[in-house]
């Protein structure tokens, strides 16, 4: 089955505007929507409006009722992995069990410098979420849940209420460098690759691989895709619908159906999209019209 998200606008937006996609999404019939884990924006304009992933999270969850929701992704290195699971357990709890939970290794290092969080080497950022996963994931199942590693001791802890969601909410991790690929193969229930302009075919082949040297089947993994959707015409839409450009779902709402069934046939079968300009709300509505319709 193929399942639709949508990346919520945050960069310089109110609650307000957050809110009405959000509501909107699942009007429309999307499966889930999500938010980026940030604390300030990481692209233009440092100083605009950045509202906290997990605080916005859980209010957005309050004002919907049936569609699912995470964080793309949450950073390990930016809260404990114990205080991170019972976070996570209580937003599950009080939608019901709605969650889906999204990690990473985390990656802009002017936010930790800014925050006063340590930017250790990639290869330690990799194994720091190595172990906060599988804390979360034995605090989720187990009471009383004790865990010594190299870089986290949790000992005796409780997490109750436990996940509505049995065993626990699904764990998304995203990311596309050969060592989160190969923890992504052993651990994760949803890959994520987002925004990749270049190189998607290479790392599904890799993936495919390490999920086979992990002792699973590739097809248990279930492969998401982030990326850019434009309803655009004219020239935008060639230029931006080229087959090297993997970042973007654009054109016509044929030519993004056309965009997604290949990206299906590669091994992907959830999308979550990042619509994008002041047409947002509309070009939601056509492509839950005219493209979720077709899958």
Excluded at 74 to 102: H, I, Q, W
Excluded at 131 to 146: K, L, Q, S
Excluded at 183 to 201: Q, R, S, T
Aim: hydrophobic fraction near 45%; proline fraction near 4%.
């Amino acid at each position: 089955m193929v399942r639709f998200g949508v990346l919520l606008p945050q960069d310089g937006k109110t609650y307000k505007e957050i809110a009405e996609t959000a509501k909107a999404a699942e009007t429309l019939g999307f499966n889930s929507f999500w938010i980026f884990d940030h604390f300030m924006p990481f692209t233009f304009g440092k100083k605009k409006d950045y509202l906290e992933s997990w605080t916005t999270l859980s209010s957005l969850a309050s004002e919907t009722d049936t569609i699912r929701l995470g964080i793309l992704v949450s950073c390990a290195s930016y809260r404990n992995p114990a205080l991170l699971a019972k976070m996570a357990s209580t937003v599950d709890v009080l939608t019901n069990g709605r969650l889906e939970f999204g990690i990473g290794a985390g990656w802009y290092r002017e936010e930790y410098e800014a925050y006063g969080f340590p930017f250790p080497k990639a290869g330690i950022r990799v194994a720091q979420l190595r172990e906060a996963v599988d804390i979360i994931r034995g605090m989720w199942t187990t009471t009383p849940f004790t865990f010594e590693g190299r870089y986290y001791v949790v000992k005796d802890a409780i997490c109750e209420p436990k996940p509505i969601q049995r065993p626990h909410p699904l764990i998304l991790i995203g990311g596309s460098k050969l060592r989160m690929l190969k923890l992504i193969a052993e651990e994760a229930d949803i890959a994520n690759f987002g925004f990749k302009i270049f190189g998607l075919n290479k790392i599904l082949k890799t993936i495919d691989n390490l999920c086979r040297d992990a002792g699973r089947a590739p097809s248990t993994l279930v492969k998401s895709y982030t990326g850019v959707c434009l309803i655009a015409k004219g020239a935008l839409q060639v230029i931006l619908g080229t087959p090297h450009l993997d970042v973007f779902i654009a054109g016509s709402p044929t030519r993004c159906a056309d965009k997604i069934d290949k990206l299906v046939m590669k091994g992907f079968t959830y999308f979550i999209l990042h619509f994008i300009g002041r047409g947002r709300l509309k070009a939601m509505e056509t492509f839950a019209k005219e493209v979720i319709s077709v899958f």
